[in-house]
């Protein structure tokens, strides 16, 4: 079973697909991938730290 962020890591890929090839719909797949960086970035400061 993929854990959240291996599906977010995968969806990622196939929005930056999505941007090059839906050229006029570009907008909506770069908001998309604002929206999953923004959901990895949160989830990657919920980890606990190991120094």
Do not use: C, F, G, S
Not at 7 to 23: A, F, G, H, P, S
């Amino acid at each position: 079973m993929m854990n959240r962020t291996e599906i977010l890591r995968l969806q990622r890929e196939k929005v930056l697909t999505n941007i090059q090839e839906d050229y006029p719909n570009r907008a909506k797949w770069l908001t998309e991938l604002m929206d999953i960086d923004d959901e990895i970035e949160e989830m990657a400061e919920k980890k606990p730290k190991v120094n």
